[in-house]
T-cell receptor, first 112, second 116 residues
Framework: DQQVKQNSPSLSVQEGRISILNCDYT??????FLWYKKYPAEGPTFLIS?????DKNEDGRFTVFLNKSAKHLSLHIVPSQPGDSAVYFC???????????FGQGTRLTINP | DSGVTQTPKHLITATGQRVTLRCSPR?????VYWYQQSLDQGLQFLIQ???????AKGNILERFSAQQFPDLHSELNLSSLELGDSALYFC???????????????FGAGSRLTVL
């Protein structure tokens, strides 16, 4: 039961260009979404979040867009930098908000 | 350093054996969560404790068990290990329970278990 899906296992982007990572969800009860970033040999770290009452949240180079009707969210990174190369997970609280449900992750590679 | 400490970082063992993974949460955090990441899989929620009590359970096998101690550290016990249990096991902590808007999870670096 994969309630949060990231259908692209990997993405390669040129440095300076825009990176767009996508995430789809099936549970219409989800009302909060988070993105985590993970470097090798480290745990995931929180990046940015969005509440379902918004359709956009911006933090520096990172912007998350939410389309509730399509049950889709995306993370935009502009401009992309080599340090952005990592695995990105989208997540949503479930089970009475007692746990975070994660997608499978997308490995982003920024090429110089 | 996230403030969440997991030991051991790496563990290699044989099928049928039992191992214990340890997690010390960030100072002040009362909730501990365990997640499993197998090859090419996302983070699968196993179990959550809040101030010593089990609060939520995910797809945790009966061969696995966990507990949170009075000093708030937690242990995940994996027994009768199988090859498929090889994975990264992450511990995360948060200050409260529920409503992740206020309780963003902080993850440890993980314990990599290899079962041969």
């Amino acid at each position: 039961d994969q309630q949060v899906k990231q259908n692209s296992p990997s993405l390669s982007v040129q440095e300076g260009r825009i990176s767009i990572l996508n995430c789809d969800y099936t549970n219409s009860m989800f009302d909060y979404f988070l993105w985590y970033k993970k470097y090798p040999a480290e745990g995931p770290t929180f990046l940015i979040s969005i509440s379902s009452i918004k359709d956009k949240n911006e933090d520096g180079r990172f912007t998350v867009f939410l389309n509730k009707s399509a049950k889709h969210l995306s993370l935009h990174i502009v401009p992309s930098q080599p340090g952005d190369s990592a695995v990105y997970f989208c997540a949503a609280p479930n089970q009475g908000a007692q746990k975070l449900v994660f997608g499978q992750g997308t490995r982003l590679t920024i090429n110089p | 350093d996230s403030g969440v400490t997991q030991t051991p970082k790496h563990l290699i063992t044989a099928t049928g054996q039992r191992v214990t993974l340890r997690c010390s949460p960030r100072s002040g955090d009362l909730s501990v969560y365990w997640y499993q990441q197998s090859l090419d899989q996302g983070l699968q929620f196993l179990i959550q404790y809040y101030n010593g009590e089990e609060r939520a359970k995910g797809n945790i096998l009966e061969r696995f068990s966990a507990q949170q101690f009075p000093d708030l550290h937690s242990e995940l016990n994996l027994s009768s290990l199988e090859l498929g249990d090889s994975a990264l096991y992450f511990c995360a902590s948060s200050s409260g329970t529920g409503w992740f808007g206020a309780n963003v999870l902080t993850f440890g670096a993980g314990s990599r278990l290899t079962v041969l």
